[in-house]
């Protein structure tokens, strides 16, 4: 048990999608994926978001075509849907308790968490610390303004990935986000690469482990597991 490892989980608290009445949040698939694969692993989670309380699930994430393994077994998981209904503030974390931050998507993090002081603060400290960081979808957003102990933007230079510009324009929201990730990583200097749409993939570059889209969130988390044990 001497072993065991701790990652915090950073969640949206943002649930209004723009000006268009519609709401938002986090995407659950790319919570329960990479939530169920760790903690089968024996990982200690604990989850957090900027104003505690329920953190806001995506209502298109709900629908039945977006419906995976992972998101049925949350659905019928009534301790982690409690743990999601009462979420611990982002202001009261001890970031020494964890060896790993995951940020899980959604197009809520682009409001809040891009802009977030104190997430911006957690990330720089957890790279600072030599701890991995992963991000899947549009949780990447949340690297906006993190810099390195340089004072250079953290992405800069590096290989990344994230919702890419031609999956925004799929799901008809290009015009409402506040920024584009795929093109705010590459006018912060780093390697945007990408998959085909709606393919799995993530890359590794350093600490920093990033996913396209939902179909790439367990992939992260299997990156991530792997760097917390090598």
Known sequence: MS???NILFVLT???????TGEKTGFWIEEFAAPYYYLVDKGINVDIVTPKGGQAPIDPKSNEPDFQTEATKRYFEDEKTKNAIANTAKLSDVNQEKYDAVFYP?????????AEDAQSISLLESFYAKNKPLGLVC????ALKHVKNTEGEPLVKGKKVTGFSNTEEEAVQLTNVVPFLVEDMMKEKGAHYEKAGDWSE???EDGL??????P????????KLYTKLYS
Do not use: R
């Open 215 to 222: 179909q790439s969130s367990n992939l992260v988390a299997e």
């Open 201 to 203: 993939f993530a890359i």
């Open 105 to 113: 998507g959604g197009h809520g993090p682009l409001w809040d968490l």
């Open 13 to 19: 608290s943002h649930d209004e999608l723009g000006n």
């Open 138 to 141: 549009h949780a990447p957003a």
């Open 208 to 213: 920093l482990i990033t996913g396209q889209n």
């Open 3 to 5: 072993n065991t490892k």
